[in-house]
């Protein structure tokens, strides 16, 4: 059984970055993708970014891709996301997930595997 802990979350003034880790321990995962999603108050959890393991070819949506950048470090067993120019709508608990298929898709119901998530909160 893999288990996911993340990490990194905090308090940063807007303008400021922050590094999510994202330690990954059990089975290899190295079959799959793997993917960070967030839920801010009220609202539903929402796809960020995803790479693909072996070949660490990243995706994103839209409103983050110029912003954040996912990375994973395959000898670590570790996946990150570097955020920067945080504002406030990115206050939310940051989660890692591992697909059930292995593929990764926005649909959070498709992830099997996750972590307990990581609290990012940004100040004005």
């Known amino acids: 059984q893999v288990q996911l802990v993340e990490s990194g979350g905090g308090v940063v003034q807007a303008g400021g970055s922050l590094r999510l880790s994202c330690a990954a321990s059990g089975r290899t995962f190295s079959r799959y993708a793997m993917a960070w999603f967030r839920q801010a108050p009220g609202r539903k959890r929402e796809f960020v970014a995803a790479i693909t393991w072996i070949g660490g070819t990243p995706y994103y949506t839209n409103s983050v891709k110029d912003r954040f950048t996912i990375s994973r470090d395959k000898d670590k067993n570790t996946m990150y996301l570097q955020i920067v120019s945080l504002n406030l709508e990115d206050t939310a608990v940051y989660y890692c997930?591992?697909?059930?298929?292995?593929?990764?898709?926005?649909?959070?119901?498709?992830?099997?595997?996750w972590g307990q998530g990581t609290q990012v909160f940004v100040s004005s």
């Open positions: 997930a591992a697909p059930k298929t292995g593929r990764a898709t926005i649909d959070p119901n498709e992830y099997d595997v």
